[in-house]
């Protein structure tokens, strides 16, 4: 007799909750921003800094620092569009967080948000919905995190993706297996998708040129400049009010990831 090998794949959900229970005993094992020096806990700012110039390598080679992309040239209503397919791709992870963080009516107004705009907004490239009274509301499960309170954790500067916190870094990659669209859009279509995500972000970096560039070419410390806005920028959107003081910079200002 035989016996026929099993594969046993692990189910998405065990994954998410394991990367969910590693990152809150990191995160819960450092102070909060209130109890670190001036707000903010950075353990391994060595290594992040040397993340950070390699960022600022990559962002150099793809046009910043004043090369410029070439994004910036084109028409208006190409670089509307993908940011709308953009945003239309990240409507149902969001509406997911939003139900896990118990928001049930902005989690409603979302789902009307995309139904429009995936239907009548010819597959979201078109923001029907935002002239019908439904705008823009992103979530992520960061914010989840937060909603259920757990701590921001120690700054954290990524590859690629930039700035961010403990908490939002365990976000990110639980992010990956909450979004319904992977478990409903099959490859390589799937790629297509993250292939916007990519140049919306690209764009917006086209587009904010001077300002970044005024942060990461043209400041003493780029690191530490950009681990303030970030920081500042972050504790606002989730609330925090005492982000807003003196030296508040505009979320709406500069977008500080990926780079």
Known sequence: MSFA???YRTPPLKILAGVVILGCLSACAVPGPGDAPDGIYDPQEPAN???HAFNKSVDRALGGGGGGSGLGSLPEPVKAGVGNVADTLS?????????LQARIGRATRNTLRFAV????????????????GLPEDDSDFGETLHVW????????ELPVLGPSTERDAVGKVADLFLDPLRYVIPTPE???GTAVKVADKAIGRSAMGGTVDSVLYGSADSYAQLRVIYLQNRRFELGDETAAEADYI??????????
């Open 5 to 7: 090998r099993r594969e």
């Open 49 to 51: 800094r040397r993340v």
């Open 91 to 99: 409507l149902p992870n969001t509406v997911v967080n939003q139900i």
């Open 117 to 132: 705009n995936a239907t009548v907004g010819v597959a979201g490239l078109f923001d029907v919905a935002g002239a019908l």
């Open 149 to 156: 309170g757990l701590p921001e954790g120690a700054y954290m």
């Open 190 to 192: 799937r790629y297509y």
């Open 250 to 259: 505009d979320p709406e200002a500069l977008d500080t990831e990926g780079f």
